[in-house]
């Protein structure tokens, strides 16, 4: 991933056929499997697996940040929750459910936000 950034970081915007930067929320929401495999393919060298997946999460995180704040940025989604940590990460866990690890185990509610 931070191939991919440096390269949008440098002007390279050939990356893929959108108008802007890659991890734009907008192009983020709107990022198909053959626009994943088309941008990462050259630089990872390999398969990726479970892309079906990773492509879906990276729509939620593009929809997330899109619906949660005026600008859709990453960086005002954090200033909106800087008051703590444990705000941002139930801000997190509540926008994008691909951040909640969550299981019952053993009769237990548990809860393991890594991601987040």
């Given amino acids: 991933l931070r191939k991919l950034a440096e390269k949008d970081d440098h002007g390279n915007n050939n990356v893929m056929s ?10 983020l929401a709107s990022l198909t499997v053959k626009d994943m495999e088309a941008a990462l393919d050259p630089l990872l060298g390999h398969f990726l697996p479970n892309i079906e997946e990773r492509c879906r999460l990276w729509n ?25 940590a444990s705000n ?6 509540d926008t994008f459910p691909g951040f909640r690890d969550e299981t019952i185990w053993q009769g237990r509610f548990v809860a393991f936000y890594k991601r987040a």
Wanted: glycine share 8%; hydrophobic share 35%.
């Fill in 18 to 27: 959108l108008e802007s930067y890659f991890f734009q929320p907008n192009n």
């Fill in 60 to 84: 939620e995180l593009g929809e997330g940040l899109l619906q949660s704040s005026d600008e859709g940025t990453a960086m005002k989604f954090i200033n909106n929750n800087e008051s703590s």
């Fill in 88 to 93: 941002l990460v139930k801000a997190l866990v």
